[in-house]
């Protein structure tokens, strides 16, 4: 099983950027696919971000595209996701995880276990 650790969350304004990261460990990070989700407060966990093990191919949530990022390094064994023209409704903790695929990638309910996220909080 691969560990995750979260970082980079914080209090932005509308409008503005963040970067998240995710540092992997335990296992040899390329041959996993990456994502990452958030969580809203009373909110069910969802998808934002994949990104496939080569880094060849992104997959984004619609109310995120054309505004995130997703990249990977796999020689740093690290997953990123830039945040730009941030809104309110981005206000979540963000978490990533890791698949041997990209098949449901966008099913939170399809992993067994979570890390603790970073707080991402966009005031308007």
């Known amino acids: 099983q691969v560990q995750l650790v979260e970082s980079g969350g914080g209090l932005v304004q509308a409008g503005g950027s963040l970067r998240l990261s995710c540092a992997a460990s335990?296992?040899?990070?390329?041959?996993?696919?990456m994502g990452w989700f958030r969580q809203a407060s009373g909110k069910e966990r969802e998808f934002v971000a994949a990104?496939?093990?080569?880094?060849?191919?992104?997959d984004y949530a619609d109310s995120v595209k054309g505004r995130f990022t997703i990249s990977r390094d796999n020689t740093k064994n690290t997953v990123d996701l830039q945040m730009n023209t941030l809104k309110p409704e981005d206000t979540a903790v963000y978490y990533c995880?890791?698949?041997?695929?990209?098949?449901?990638?966008?099913?939170?309910?399809?992993?067994?276990?979570w890390g603790q996220g970073t707080q991402v909080t966009v005031s308007s």
């Open positions: 990104i496939t093990r080569s880094g060849d191919y992104a």
């Open positions: 335990g296992r040899t990070f390329s041959n996993y696919a």
């Open positions: 995880n890791a698949r041997i695929t990209m098949a449901s990638m966008r099913k939170p309910s399809e992993f067994a276990s």
